[in-house]
């Protein structure tokens, strides 16, 4: 089974989630963008669809889904989205492709986040993956130097911009091993948006893809 496949099969189980009369909260990547491509069959079951991103938006819009603000429907009763790197309990590294705060917002803002990856992501210490962080662009060289002091190695996202207007540091050489805390200390840093830290709210559910099938993880 490649890649694509396992994709394909954590995306088909998420599919499984989705209860009638349901407000859904959209996350971003490759994964989360198959389950999109079949969101249509259960259209009938949703209510209200809120997006994590521009991407994102513009891919259910394809799709035939109206895009819903957060600020109008409340809070929602689920989030699917998927993730850079997975620990046992569920605590995640996201921001891959850019979208951490609205994904961090919409996570919170969700009953149940059902976290959608290949076996591949599923790790016993955070930090392999470099931490993607959200920055102001003025704060961009002091909060590097933030990341510095604690053995973090801050490299610039050439070229992009995050939907919020903001610019990202992606932050190598860390292990974290206190999520939590760590990402209650990251966020503290003047300047910081959002850590791609997403301990205090992580998934409830796991539906890792790999070569033997799928596998669920429960809190």
């Given at each position: 089974?490649?890649?694509?496949?396992?994709?394909?099969?954590?995306?088909?189980?998420?599919?499984?989630?989705?209860?009638?009369?349901?407000?859904?909260?959209?996350?971003?990547?490759?994964?989360?963008?198959?389950?999109?491509?079949?969101?249509?069959?259960?259209?009938?079951?949703?209510?209200?669809?809120?997006?994590?991103?521009?991407?994102?938006?513009?891919?259910l819009k394809k799709n035939g889904?109206?895009?819903?603000?957060?600020?109008?429907?409340?809070?929602?009763?689920?989030?699917?989205?998927?993730?850079?790197?997975?620990?046992?309990?569920?605590?995640?590294?996201?921001?891959?492709?850019?979208?951490?705060?609205?994904?961090?917002?919409?996570?919170?803002?969700?009953?149940?986040?059902?976290?959608?990856?290949?076996?591949?992501?599923?790790?016993?210490?955070?930090?392999?993956?470099?931490?993607?962080?959200?920055?102001?662009?003025?704060?961009?060289?002091?909060?590097?130097?933030?990341?510095?002091?604690?053995?973090?190695?801050?490299?610039?996202?050439?070229?992009?911009?995050?939907?919020?207007?903001?610019?990202?540091?992606?932050?190598?050489?860390?292990?974290?091993?206190?999520?939590?805390?760590?990402?209650?200390?990251?966020?503290?840093?003047?300047?910081?948006?959002?850590?791609?830290?997403?301990?205090?709210?992580?998934?409830?559910?796991?539906?890792?893809?790999?070569?033997?099938?799928?596998?669920?993880?429960?809190?």
């Open positions: 089974m490649d890649q694509s496949e396992k994709k394909k099969l954590a995306a088909r189980a998420a599919i499984d989630q989705i209860e009638s009369g349901i407000k859904l909260g959209v996350g971003s990547g490759s994964t989360v963008n198959y389950f999109i491509d079949l969101l249509p069959e259960v259209k009938n079951k949703i209510d209200n669809v809120v997006s994590s991103s521009e991407a994102t938006s513009e891919r889904f109206e895009i819903s603000e957060l600020s109008e429907v409340g809070d929602l009763d689920l989030y699917i989205d998927g993730a850079d790197e997975v620990n046992q309990n569920l605590q995640l590294i996201k921001g891959g492709g850019g979208a951490l705060t609205r994904e961090k917002i919409l996570a919170a803002a969700s009953y149940k986040f059902v976290c959608i990856i290949d076996d591949s992501k599923l790790v016993d210490t955070l930090g392999k993956f470099p931490l993607p962080v959200e920055v102001i662009p003025m704060a961009r060289s002091y909060v590097s130097r933030q990341f510095i002091k604690i053995g973090g190695k801050p490299i610039l996202r050439e070229g992009f911009i995050t939907d919020n207007g903001n610019q990202i540091i992606d932050i190598q050489s860390l292990m974290i091993t206190n999520p939590e805390i760590m990402e209650d200390r990251l966020s503290r840093i003047p300047g910081v948006v959002t850590v791609g830290i997403f301990a205090y709210r992580g998934a409830d559910i796991i539906l890792s893809s790999g070569k033997t099938g799928l596998k669920i993880i429960n809190k």
